[in-house]
């Protein structure tokens, strides 16, 4: 597949999408969003590929949606032509997406690296939601995203008057995994992908979506949901490997089974 405002490789076990929009900040035209989540989908879809990171450039992660080309959109267009849909198909990524940003990461940039699994961050990383002061509020997430990170009131000044979050004040408050400076933070991140590719698939996989659960319902039926990806597990060869891979005090060998 050739893509032009993303650019994809894989490294190692780690398949990366880098934003190819420099000259607009990486802000997320109609193109670019489609790109980004068809490789987001190949790449789950390739057994070549244990875990994902998707990155910008080090002045800007992404500056949210194209303002240029959604300034003269009526309402009726802004639904019709599938945005919400396109946004939500992060949701059915089914392996780990660490979200690697330096620089801006505003509007659709900030809600796309929360709608990611992790996030590791440069020191020069800046979070914020400023639709407000172009006459809009958040439409990919921040609202409810960032409230269930940072409660009420801090998302109340982001989203209402523009305060933007440092990378210090982002990994304070558990925005960030973790913060590291900007020379490393794309190897850190790949780094940290190859890691989780290196595990059991299948408990990657039962894991990321029990942990998702928390954020969709009740703790009764979260709980629920954490039993029923935890049991299945027991039937896996993987299971049956790590566990005695355990007792036999060696390295286990993941088939993915
Ligand atoms: N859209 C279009 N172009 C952008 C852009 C954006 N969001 N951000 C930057 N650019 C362009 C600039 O217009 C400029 O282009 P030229 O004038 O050179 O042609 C180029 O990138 C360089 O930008 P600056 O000259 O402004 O660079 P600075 O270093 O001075 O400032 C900045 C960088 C990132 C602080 C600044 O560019 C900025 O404030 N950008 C706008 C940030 C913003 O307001 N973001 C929120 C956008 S609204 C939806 C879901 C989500 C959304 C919409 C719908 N649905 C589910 C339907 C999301 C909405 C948003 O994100």
Not at 101 to 125: H, K, N, P, Q, R
Not at 202 to 231: I, Q, S, W
Request: hydrophobic share 45%; net charge neutral; aromatic share 8%.
């Amino acid at each position: 597949m050739t893509y032009t405002s993303v650019l994809t490789e894989i490294r190692g076990r780690v398949g990366l999408v880098t934003f190819n929009r420099p000259q607009a900040m990486n802000a997320f035209n109609a193109v670019m969003l489609g790109e980004l989540f068809d490789a987001l989908e190949a790449f789950d879809r390739d057994e070549n590929v244990g875990a994902m990171v998707v990155t910008g450039n080090e002045k800007a992660f992404a500056a949210g949606a194209d303002i240029k080309e959604m300034a003269e959109a009526s309402p009726f267009e802004m639904i019709t032509q599938g945005r919400v849909e396109k946004w939500d198909r992060i949701r059915g990524i089914k392996k780990v997406v660490i979200a690697a940003v330096s620089g801006w990461a505003l509007g659709g940039g900030c809600e796309f690296a929360l709608s990611c699994d992790m996030i590791v961050a440069s020191e020069t990383a800046k979070f914020g939601q400023p639709e407000i002061t172009i006459g809009v509020i958040p439409g990919a997430g921040g609202t409810q995203r960032l409230a269930r990170l940072l409660g009420k009131n801090l998302t109340m000044e982001m989203v209402i008057n523009n305060r933007t979050l440092t990378a210090a004040e982002a990994l304070q408050f558990g925005l960030a995994n973790r913060v590291v400076p900007v020379e490393r933070y794309l190897d850190d991140a790949v780094a940290l992908a190859e890691e989780i590719a290196g595990r059991a698939p299948l408990a990657v996989h039962m894991a990321k979506d029990a942990v998702n659960a928390a954020f969709e319902t009740t703790l009764t039926e979260g709980l629920k949901t954490e039993k029923r990806n935890f049991y299945p597990l027991f039937s896996t060869e993987d299971q049956k490997e790590g566990m005695k891979a355990f007792i036999e005090k060696r390295k286990a060998n993941w088939k993915g089974k």
